[in-house]
């Protein structure tokens, strides 16, 4: 059972703060320090401040708390009455124009495996010892969690009724972001009533997600009480504007690279055809897409040899006989989890260890950029071994993955656009009281 109920939100008192579009920023995790400066230069208010602040070693933590709460007193509101807040993305992906409608509220925490809320990804030991420290420090969940369930008839949009006008409605990031607040008490009820008996699926936010549990198991040591609910936005599954993107993956500083030999050996596996490397991200994207149209399909290229190596999966493939018995069945077919099983640890070398620690990969969201460092043509990327050019994951292997229990290997599914920081805050205190 999936129990949500309505925050008390912290967010931005726009009457002070300014225009929104200044106020937020992407995920701490995609900002490089670049780019940290240069959000951070568009207000003092902007929450950059508080989720990548500087700062030696754990003084930044101290420091990341302190900017909180110079945000709290100058920039942020604290409603009064228990919210969930609808939120509406606008943006356009290859051409054509989606909005995909949510709502941030609060879940009941509960460990993957143990409750509703499934993964679908394995994570990272750094980033959750990152995020803790930094949790602790501020005493609130700064960060949404991106989280999925599935409604078809989208009856959970009914059941909020007229959202009135909105407290947030701002350009950001190449999207249009729209936040309503809903407080009553009846459209609360229904909605959390709606989705009693339904899986939430993580799409995005794993480390985000274990991190809140962690923090919440620490309290309860540590105070006797625990701050049971974490902060998520939920999306439906069944939305049109859900749009979901591939990861590619560098390879980089692999001893004895020979791929000619890697191929030889998966051809047992896959059929592979070698094409000219396309030029531009759309056409690749079509090529990868029309490969992938009877069962899974990858490609890999060396940067500057203007070749892509395409493979297919065979129609008669034998995921035992392949070795891949201890896979569960929905994970023996998929294209992400063959490249890592059968290209990356079998034919290159690289472990399991060395990938869940990044030793010898990258990931690159950007096709554009992919394509770059294929053709040989991106400075600061002439370690990069071989290119390996991914498909979006559909959805319903998203969703297969989840209720088998098992994991696809980090950095598997892009759901495209990313949660921006700095729609709604939760302030663990109320949960303290």
């Not at 925490?109 to 143990?114: C, E, P, Q």
């Not at 498909?391 to 319903?396: D, E, Q």
Request: charged share 25%; aromatic share 8%.
């Amino acid at each position: 059972m999936a129990l949500i109920r309505p925050v008390r939100g912290l967010r931005y008192d726009l009457s002070r703060a300014g225009d929104a579009g200044q106020l937020l920023a992407p995920p701490y995790d995609v900002v490089d320090e670049a780019g940290r400066a240069r959000i951070a230069a568009r207000s003092p208010h902007n929450c950059i401040h508080v989720i990548l602040p500087q700062g030696e070693g754990d003084a930044k933590y101290a420091e990341g708390a302190k900017q909180f709460e110079r945000l709290k007193s100058e920039a942020l509101t604290h409603d009064e009455a228990p919210s969930f807040y609808v939120y509406h993305q606008t943006f356009t992906s290859e051409g054509q124009q989606y909005t995909r409608k949510g709502f941030i509220g609060l879940i009941e925490l509960t460990r993957f495996g143990a409750g509703p809320v499934l993964p679908h990804e394995r994570t990272l030991a750094g980033p959750k010892a990152d995020r803790l420290k930094l949790m602790r420090a501020c005493m609130a969940h700064l960060e949404l969690v991106f989280g999925m369930f599935s409604d078809p008839a989208r009856g959970w949009e009914g059941s909020l009724g007229d959202l009135g006008k909105p407290v947030l409605d701002a350009d950001f990031d190449g999207a249009h972001h729209t936040l309503y607040r809903v407080d009553d008490p009846q459209a609360t009820v229904a909605l959390a009533q709606l989705l009693e008996d339904r899986k939430i699926y993580i799409a995005d936010g794993h480390h985000r997600y274990e991190t809140m549990c962690s923090f919440r198991d620490e309290l309860a040591a540590e105070r006797g009480e625990t701050a049971r609910w974490g902060l998520i936005y939920l999306s439906n599954l069944d939305d049109p504007g859900l749009v979901v993107l591939p990861t590619h993956r560098l390879v980089h500083s692999v001893k004895s690279f020979d791929l000619r030999t890697t191929l030889a050996a998966l051809e047992a596996y896959f059929e592979v055809e070698q094409v000219v490397l396309p030029s531009t991200a759309a056409e690749l994207r079509a090529l990868l897409a029309e490969s992938a149209a009877n069962g899974a399909a990858f490609g890999l290229a060396v940067p500057g040899e203007r070749t892509l190596h395409v493979l297919r999966l065979r129609k008669d493939f034998d995921p035992t006989a392949a070795g891949l018995g201890h896979l569960h069945v929905a994970l023996q077919r998929l294209d992400v989890a063959l490249l890592h099983e059968l290209v990356l640890e079998r034919g290159l070398g690289i472990t399991r260890e060395a990938q869940s620690q990044n030793t010898n990969l990258r990931y690159y969201k950007s096709t554009d950029e992919a394509v770059a460092v294929a053709a040989g043509e991106r400075e600061g990327a002439a370690d990069v071994q071989l290119v390996c050019f991914m498909n979006p994951t559909p959805v319903a292997d998203v969703r297969a993955v989840c209720d088998s229990g098992e994991v696809m290997p980090q950095k598997s599914t892009f759901f495209y656009p990313k949660i921006p920081t700095g729609l709604v805050f939760h302030d663990l205190r109320d949960d303290l009281a």
